[in-house]
């Protein structure tokens, strides 16, 4: 139970594991700017269709129209002058839904609905109402109001009441009987959501016949303390899940779907439909309805990223000292990677806008199945949590050296510090039908491929003889070249499932050193025992006899004997007599398929 002064100090206690409750005042204060663990908190009315929750949505919508620099009225890159419009726009006004085509020329304030489409065939109600060639011209007169799901007639309903004429639906907008409609509206989608003036998130339901609105669990509605004029009691509604700190999406199953992702990210303003709750979210703060989730995006929070919909690191990108494009390609991939995705041919379309964005920083750069040219070899270092193992995709998506051929999330260790001289990359053959970011590869799957060049060190797929606590084990190979050992394996797939990807115990395979991570913090010369150098390396299963490769694991690599000296320059040498150790070795010309 929790219980929290919102004036003067604050006093905590636990009497009862996962129920908290909040002390709220009938006066409440001004909103701060600088919020903290003092977070003024509000009443909430009990539904979020009602007038209460439209008038706190329209104070906010004002709020930053008129005070917020950094959330434009429409913004498309960096071009704030020629916003591009959607194709295709449902005009909501005048008591009916109409379907207009070619809107793009047009200035049209609108919304945009971000909502799950929902599995069941065998409910009717949460069937999604789609555009097709066989359909466009009726819905040009009239979309039906009734074949409408919950979540589409409650979007619309939100427009009316903000007084926005126009709105858009994935669904409706785009043909979705047609390859090349669908194609071009996807490589469109990240000006769309930056271009709306709100998007509509329906954040708490899974399927279409939910809905956006709610009622409030009585638990979370305040009772006023008995004998106490100004003192309320409530359990504590679910805070927006922000990246590091909220894993568990379970009260926003739509923030839990990759194709969201960059809606969220790139979307100037979102408001999102909870389940207990409406919370706003924009370039320059956070809202909801009872207080819990408020922030401010002031230079404190600088760092801060949400798991969805508010980065200020993409828009602060490369200023006092944030991080470059690499770090934040890295840090956006693995948190796409761990949303979950209906088709996994979607693995690239789903994550398109925001690598339109990153283009725009790396513009000398090539996007190439998930990594870029200029940062490869390091890009190329990704790597599958020490956990529970995932299947191969039952369908071809992505060459085995980009991270987008596993279907888990992936990692990239940010500490590496240089290469072995001894590799090189030699050749990348990605070629794609139309745009790179799409994945629409024009090769067959044995023709994307890259080559390096570098020494191959053969060991073999031994079964462990102790298991550690994850089902990843410690000890998975054993070096037959070069006097190194195995830190820690991890494989990219499950090698026990069946199937033409099952590896057999005591198969040979190959490992290729690519570069060096060092565990001596930045600054820190001093010696100590926490001191090491990691090898990384691939791990690599042949193809046939042709020098043909595919990669099925990431190594860490240590040497095999006593290390006395700690320092960094005791670290440097060992890497000289590693790098040296494998210059040694002939180095062969290697292709990953």
Known sequence: MELIRTRNSSLTFSLLADVRFERLTRHLAEPRRHLGSDKVRHLLPGDTSSETTFDKIRAWMTDCLDNHPDCPKSHVGNNKHTPSLPRRLLEVANGKVVLREDTAQKRHPYACLSHCWGPSPRRPESTILKSKRATIEQFKVEVPWGKLTKTFQDAIDICRRLGIDFLWIDSLCILQDSKDDWSLNATEVGSIYENAVITIAASKS?????????????????????????????????????????????????????????????????????????????????????????????????????????????????????????????????????????????????????????????????????????????????????????????????????????????????????????????????????????????????????????????ATWKKPWIRSRWPVLTRMAEMKDGKMDVNRY???????????????????????????????????????????NLHLALVLQARGNGGIYKRIGYVEIVEDHIVVDWSREGLKDRFDRVDAMLRAIPPQDITIV
């Open 206 to 458: 899974k399927e279409g016949c939910q809905g956006c609105y709610s009622t409030t669990d009585p638990r979370h509605l305040a009772r006023l303390v008995e004998k106490r004029s100004d003192v309320y009691v409530r359990l504590k509604p679910p805070s927006y899940p922000v990246h590091d700190f909220h894993l568990d999406l379970e009260n926003f199953p739509l923030l839990d779907r990759a194709w969201v992702y960059q809606e969220m990210h790139l979307s100037v303003r979102v408001l999102h439909f909870c389940a207990q709750e409406v919370m706003w979210s924009c370039r320059r703060m956070r809202r909801s309805e009872s207080g819990v989730s408020d922030e401010d995006a002031t230079d404190e929070l600088v760092h801060l990223s949400d798991l969805h919909g508010w980065d200020p690191s993409w828009k602060t990108l490369g200023k006092n000292g944030q991080e470059g494009p690499r770090t934040l390609w890295y840090r956006t991939v693995e948190e796409y990677t761990r949303l979950h995705i209906s088709y996994p041919s979607d693995i690239f379309p789903a994550l398109a806008a925001l690598t339109q964005r990153m283009q725009m920083l790396r513009r000398q750069d090539m996007f190439l199945a998930g990594l870029w040219k200029d940062t490869f070899l390091l890009d190329l270092m990704w790597r599958t949590p020490a956990g529970p193992q995932f299947a191969r995709p039952a369908e071809w998506r992505a060459p085995s050296w980009s991270w987008a051929s596993v279907q888990c999330q992936v990692a990239w260790d940010l500490r590496l510090h240089f290469f072995f001289g001894a590799i090189e990359l030699l050749d990348v053959h990605c070629d794609t039908k139309g745009p790179p970011e799409m994945g629409d590869f024009s090769s067959s799957q044995d023709e994307v491929r890259i080559t390096l060049r570098g020494p191959l060190l053969k």
């Open 490 to 532: 991890y494989p990219d797939y499950d090698y026990d499932l069946p199937g033409e990807h099952h590896i057999p115990w005591d198969s040979e395979v190959f490992i290729v050193p690519i570069a060096v991570s060092t565990l001596v913090p930045d600054g820190d010369d001093s010696n100590g025992s926490n001191n090491n």
